[in-house]
T-cell receptor, first 114, second 111 residues
Framework: DAGVIQSPRHEVTEMGQEVTLRCKPISGHDYLFWYRQTMMRGLELLIYFNNNVPIDDSGMPEDRFSAKMPNASFSTLKIQPSEPRDSAVYFC????????????FGDGTRLSIL | GEDVEQSLFLSVREGDSSVINCTYTDSSSTYLYWYKQEPGAGLQLLTYIFSNMDMKQDQRLTVLLNKKDKHLSLRIADTQTGDSAIYFCAESDGNTGKLIFGQGTTLQVKP
């Protein structure tokens, strides 16, 4: 069974550009989570979805960040405009219901904003 | 709010046992988790324990849970160089299901 798939694996772009990160959860997993990992702040939950509906976006740092889940097999995290301080590794994870089941992580997208 | 604390670094010799400790605050957590992260990779679910259990063993891994003290530990028997990684403890928020992660313990295994 395929795990959580994220793309791209690496992204390098210039400040001010729009960045779109993509995630395909494990089939049958109704929960999808977006995390950000940095040396300074560790792992932070940005937003999570249940059945394609955003449940808690309190971790989204600011309005430049947005996330969507148009269907059960696809989610995007968008940063517009990007800034150097957004440089981090972004992880997507999914889990089965109920929401406290083990989360399975993708390999992450390493984002560098120059 | 919820908080999870871990020591930052542990160094052991190959073949020894490693014990990584974690304390948490949310007594309503249903599950507690251990994840492993190798350099440049995502978080791999190692094992987890239901909150009404005291111990769980899975091959070389033993998880001990002291619910009274809100203390969780991961013991790795016969530690190998391939076990070198960052280990994250996480508790699930009993109300929302969100995971609260510790800051991670870097395990260094010397040959």
């Amino acid at each position: 069974d395929a795990g959580v798939i994220q793309s791209p694996r690496h992204e390098v772009t210039e400040m001010g550009q729009e960045v779109t990160l993509r995630c395909k959860p494990i089939s049958g997993h109704d929960y999808l989570f977006w995390y950000r990992q940095t040396m300074m702040r560790g792992l932070e939950l940005l937003i999570y979805f249940n059945n394609n509906v955003p449940i808690d976006d309190s971790g989204m740092p600011e309005d430049r960040f947005s996330a969507k889940m148009p269907n059960a097999s696809f989610s995007t995290l968008k940063i517009q405009p990007s800034e150097p301080r957004d440089s981090a590794v972004y992880f997507c994870a999914s889990s089965q219901p109920p929401g406290d089941q083990p989360q399975h992580f993708g390999d992450g997208t390493r984002l560098s904003i120059l | 709010g919820e908080d999870v604390e871990q020591s930052l670094f542990l160094s052991v010799r190959e073949g020894d046992s490693s014990v990584i400790n974690c304390t948490y605050t949310d007594s309503s957590s249903t599950y507690l988790y251990w994840y492993k992260q190798e350099p440049g990779a995502g978080l791999q679910l190692l094992t987890y324990i239901f909150s009404n259990m005291d111990m769980k063993q899975d091959q070389r891994l033993t998880v001990l849970l002291n619910k009274k003290d809100k203390h969780l530990s991961l013991r790795i028997a016969d530690t190998q160089t391939g076990d070198s990684a960052i280990y994250f403890c996480a508790e699930s928020d009993g109300n929302t299901g969100k995971l609260i992660f510790g800051q991670g313990t870097t395990l260094q295994v010397k040959p």
